[in-house]
C-alpha cells in the first residue's frame, strides 16, 4: 500500500504564492508517476501536474504552466507544488495522487484514472 497526506494548503491573496507539501510512504514501486490534482466547488477534477522521475518528465495543465512547479526530493518521499502568482481560478481541494503507471503520452493522466493513490486533500483558496 501507498500511503499520501498533504499539507501546506491555506487562504491567499491573488498573485500570492503557496507551496504544498505530500509525505509519501508505503511500497515505492507503486508510485513511479505522482501528481497533483484539483477540484473546485462544482467542478471535475483535473489533473495539474505530474512527474515521472525515473525518466525526468514533468507535465502541467495548460492553466497553470509557467506558474507552478511540481518536484520531489531526492529520496522520493516528499512531493512538492510550488503555486505562484495564484489566481481565484486557482481555488479547490488539491490532491496528491501516486500510479504504479501512467502513460507520460498526451494528457492522459490528467484524467486520474490511472492514479491509485489518493490523499486526502488540502485546501486552496485565493481570493
Known amino acids: 500500500h501507498v500511503q499520501l497526506v498533504e499539507s501546506g494548503g491555506g487562504s491567499v491573496q491573488a498573485g500570492g504564492s503557496l507551496r504544498l507539501s505530500c509525505a509519501a510512504s508505503g511500497n515505492s514501486l507503486r508510485r513511479n508517476t505522482m501528481a497533483w490534482f484539483r477540484q473546485a466547488p462544482g467542478k471535475k477534477r483535473e489533473g495539474v501536474a505530474a512527474?515521472?522521475?525515473?525518466?525526468?518528465?514533468?507535465k502541467y495543465v495548460d492553466s497553470v504552466r509557467g506558474r507552478f512547479n511540481i518536484s520531489l526530493d531526492n529520496a522520493k518521499t516528499t512531493l512538492y507544488l510550488q503555486m505562484n502568482s495564484l489566481q481565484v481560478e486557482d481555488t479547490g481541494m488539491y490532491y496528491c495522487?501516486?500510479?504504479?503507471?501512467?502513460?507520460?503520452?498526451?494528457?492522459?493522466?490528467?484524467?486520474?484514472?490511472?492514479?491509485?493513490?489518493w490523499g486526502q486533500g488540502t485546501q486552496v483558496t485565493v481570493s
Open positions: 512527474i515521472w522521475p525515473a525518466v525526468g518528465t514533468i
Open positions: 495522487a501516486a500510479a504504479e503507471f501512467a502513460p507520460s503520452g498526451g494528457d492522459v493522466w490528467s484524467a486520474g484514472g490511472y492514479f491509485t493513490y
